[in-house]
């Protein structure tokens, strides 16, 4: 293993502004988020994930694994927007553990609101203050940031975080 190397302080203070720029810039998104269309940024990467799949359906197993997120907490979030209207169960065992979800009418709407609202406070935010060089930057970065971590990790292309609504 290699000898672990501390920053220079200017990369610490790059580190940080960076850090501090994406928190700002989630918070403003997340507000609108709730504000605009009220519901969280969990419940509209469910209901992404959801609209961007055949029939708005999928396996619980399936939506976690698509969002990364373990099936606890999956179970939670979906009991809230069930109970909200936003989606429903497709199928239970006979233990009443939920086997498939679906949006509802109520959640589609929702969802394709939110996403086109989402992605216009994406542009104001994000990309209206990027010269072409500096989108350029970004995409070449995060790109390699993406290929070398899904190689530690072993990860697919197929985990797609659900902020990509850019194949929607």
Do not use: C
């Amino acid at each position: 293993m290699a000898t672990p190397h501390t920053l220079e302080p200017e990369e610490w203070e790059r580190w940080n502004t960076w850090m501090r720029a994406q928190q700002l810039l989630l918070r403003e998104l997340d507000r609108d988020l709730q504000r605009d269309y009220g519901i969280s940024k969990a419940e509209f990467s469910v209901l992404v994930t959801l609209h961007r799949t055949p029939g708005g359906r999928m396996r619980v197993g399936e939506l976690a694994e698509s969002l990364d997120w373990d099936k606890s907490r999956v179970a939670h979030q979906l009991t809230r927007m069930e109970n909200r209207g936003l989606v429903g169960r497709t199928g239970n065992e006979s233990s009443g553990r939920r086997l498939g979800i679906e949006l509802t009418a109520k959640g589609r709407n929702a969802a394709q609101s939110a996403i086109l609202g989402h992605a216009d406070n994406i542009r104001r935010y994000f990309f209206d203050s990027l010269s072409p060089e500096q989108a350029a930057a970004i995409d070449a970065w995060s790109r390699q940031m993406v290929d070398r971590a899904e190689a530690r990790s072993g990860a697919t292309a197929d985990s797609v975080d659900s902020e990509d609504v850019s194949r929607r």
